[in-house]
């Protein structure tokens, strides 16, 4: 009896002692209880009427510390301070118990502090267009967290721990100073949203391929020179960015990424695309030009959903067979390579709007026109053409004709039969006389034939025999 009673006394002094641990927790509301709560905008307001605030902003109120005793404002769950004057988080905002949503964008914040771990309840984090500089470890005892909103800042670090967050979904570290992840990375198995573009970023670890929830990655603008093999374990992945990088090379099984509807490589250092491109069955746009490609992969014949293929500016020689032969298929540039060779498969191009092989090596056209009855825009400007052939007039609703910098002498007169052509440039070849059927096409707005040496009497039946808006003798 004397044993419970100095066990009750204990107890007693205990209570008295430390009274903080006798008093309860507040309860922590649902997400559809904390929505019909009020916002409170100031803080006169909110102290006024402490035990019903669960909702505080304080945006652009030009605050830089908070007032004494703010944590007893215990019941916050979603506090807004973005947009102030703060160089710290201040130590009160770590004492509230029921924290889950904490805005800082906007302010001058360089310490992402420590205590950051104390808030168990947190699970958005925001803080856009600071100054800092690392994310600690502690970060990871926020086990809740699903959101990070870290863009805009100079994070240069982030600490082994990042890991522990099984529930983070969003991760948002655009625009900062990354070289390298954490090793722990890829534990991040929650995660489908993750923007690093903008970073400076040389390697990605083995353990990124583990990230198999992804489905936006973005990682333009880096200085990745290759991607683990990991990096096709990504097979729910819906965008990705790459472009800007020092890519050389992509995975072996990169077309396990099936479910893209857009792939960007532009402005890397691709010499190759893997043959795997070709499983990529749902892509309607590839992009990669400025890269050091020197061929396209004959699989490319497999996407049958492509509707834009981009390759400028690489150094492609030739482009034969099927590899463009897609039905979907609307727009090609393939201007700036060392093409010397064109003569696709074009059986299946009804649906082709656009071509443009400018600035190439292509001294004749090898493939069929009469196939291209939807083609409108047609750049063969800056090649090496010594003849065009009669078949172009086949592609009856051509608007658009550059056939500029070439080595023309004669053109079909039937180029009349072109009865759609707004736009015809044949600056810069060889005509000492053109066809003036030219000048019976009535849609023609118009005609750009500077730089022939024409015969003088000639260049008079032009201007008396083509009537267009614009004629550039």
């Known amino acids: 009896m004397r044993e419970i009673k100095s066990v009750l006394t204990i107890l007693l002094v205990l209570w008295l002692v430390f009274p ?3 008093k309860k927790k507040p309860k922590l509301l649902t997400a559809a209880e904390l929505k019909e709560k009020k916002i409170f905008y100031s803080l006169e307001e909110a102290f006024l009427n402490k035990k019903s605030v669960y909702k505080l902003n304080l945006e652009r109120q030009k605050l830089g510390k908070l007032p004494p005793k703010f944590e007893k404002l215990s019941r916050i769950q979603e506090l807004q301070l973005g947009y102030n004057e703060f160089k710290e988080i201040p130590t009160s905002v770590f ?55 870290l863009g805009e800042n100079q994070v240069s670090r982030i600490e082994p721990g990042i890991g522990n967050l099984k529930k983070l979904e969003e991760l948002d570290l655009f625009s900062n100073q990354l070289v390298s ?60 960015k790459l472009n800007n990088n020092q890519l050389v090379k992509l995975p072996e099984k990169f077309g396990n990424l099936v479910l893209l509807p857009e792939l960007k490589l532009d402005h890397n250092k691709l010499v190759t695309l893997p ?21 396209l992969p004959s699989t490319l014949s497999n996407l049958v959903n492509l ?6 500016e690489n150094k492609l020689g030739s482009i034969s067979g099927e590899v463009i032969n897609l039905p979907a298929l609307k727009q090609v540039d ?30 004749s056209l090898n493939f069929g026109f009469e196939n291209l009855t939807a083609l409108v825009h047609l750049n063969l400007g800056s ?42 440039n044949l600056s810069s070849n060889k005509f000492l006389l053109i066809p003036l059927s030219i000048g019976e096409i009535k849609t023609l707005e118009e005609v750009n034939v500077s730089g022939n040496p024409f015969y003088k009497w000639h260049k008079k039946q032009i201007s008396k025999n083509v009537k267009v808006k614009n004629l550039i003798l």
């Open 275 to 295: 043959g795997s491109i070709g499983d990529m069955l749902q892509l309607k746009v590839l992009d990669v030009s400025k890269n050091l490609l020197e061929q």
């Open 95 to 149: 004492l509230l118990p029921n924290l889950q949503k904490l805005t800082l964008h906007g302010n001058k914040i360089i310490i992402l502090s420590k205590e950051i771990g104390n808030l168990e309840q947190l699970t958005e984090l925001n803080m856009i267009g600071n100054q800092v500089k690392a994310i600690p470890a502690e970060i990871g005892q926020c086990k809740k967290l699903a959101i990070i909103k």
């Open 334 to 363: 393939l201007s700036i390579n060392k093409i010397s060779k064109f003569s696709p498969e074009t059986s299946r191009l009804a649906n082709l709007h656009t071509l443009d092989l400018e600035m190439n090596n292509i001294s």
């Open 307 to 312: 509707n834009t293929l981009i390759a400028r």
């Open 181 to 240: 992840l954490p090793a722990d990375f890829g534990r991040l198995q929650s995660l489908k949203k993750l923007d690093l573009n903008w970073n400076n970023l040389e390697t990605l670890p083995e353990s990124f391929g583990k990230l198999t929830n992804l489905e936006v990655v973005k990682l333009e603008k880096n200085q990745l020179v290759q991607l683990p093999e990991s990096f096709s374990n990504l097979v729910k992945l819906k965008d990705v």
């Open 20 to 22: 903080s641990h006798a």
């Open 383 to 424: 090649n090496g053409l010594t003849n065009l052939p009669e078949g172009i007039i086949k592609a009856q609703h051509l608007e658009y004709l550059n056939l500029e910098n070439n080595k023309l002498e004669t053109m079909t007169k039937k180029i009349n039969k072109l009865v759609h052509l707004k736009y015809l």
